[in-house]
């Protein structure tokens, strides 16, 4: 038997400072003092989203949705409507590192997203446009016509 | 309801990093998506490297059904040593992600000594 393998040894130090997985560390170690206990609240704490922030603005005419999507390509993106749902997929990529760098700090994250959110039932699905621009993605979807806002001018007699 | 965003000209965001390094130079990517090349402002002074990004995107008006995008413009500052050859850096920006390339001075680099 090695006697080497008796002494548990102490993890090794990371080389790389990650806050990410400093505060992924905490968490399974919360999840193994507390997991048993079941805390409805603590799942999910210390989750960071791994997804674009978006916004979904309805104007007069259309409806728009930006998502912030830094260092994605347009290969990478996937956008589909169907019937109310848009759903935008993609993968966020990093040149990796050659074998001679050393990663400092990341504060960044890379990896695939989706995300699906409900339109207005005003939309036309039919009538949509997309721009992939500066890393930010812009949907334009048109309204249906009886959906418009116009203003009517009444007369009064 | 009707929301008009407007970019106020004091808030600011700092744009996350990813920094890496070997021994001849420090590579530095941040993410600014919204800001183009003529929104850009890269300045060494001393021993201070600020950027500063100026979002160009519009924000459009109407009523905010979703909003979680932060329409700030971006402000980072970072310490640089003796190390870095001031006259050795580049930009580049693409798909709203920022490449700063810095180069160590010759000076700073590991040397190997032969053995005679």
Known sequence: MDHANLVTRKRQAPTTLDLWDAFDDLRREFER??????FPSVSGLLDWPAGPDIDLVEGDDEILVLADLPGVR???LELSIQGNLLTIKGEKKREEPTQSHKVVRTETWVGSFSRTINLPDSVNPEKVEAELRDGVLRIRIAKREEAK????????K | METSITRSGNKMIVPPAQIREDESEVIAQLEMPGVTKEGL?????????????KRSDDIPSGKYLIRERRHYDYHKAFTIDESIDREGVSADLTDGILTLRLKVKE????RKIPVK
């Open chain 2, 107 to 110: 000076t700073a680099k590991p």
């Open chain 2, 41 to 53: 402002d890269i300045k060494i002074d001393g021993h201070t490297l600020t950027i500063d990004g």
């Open chain 1, 149 to 156: 806002r116009r203003a009517v001018q009444i007369s009064v």
């Open chain 1, 33 to 38: 003092t507390f997991g048993d206990l079941e």
């Open chain 1, 74 to 76: 347009k290969g990478d």
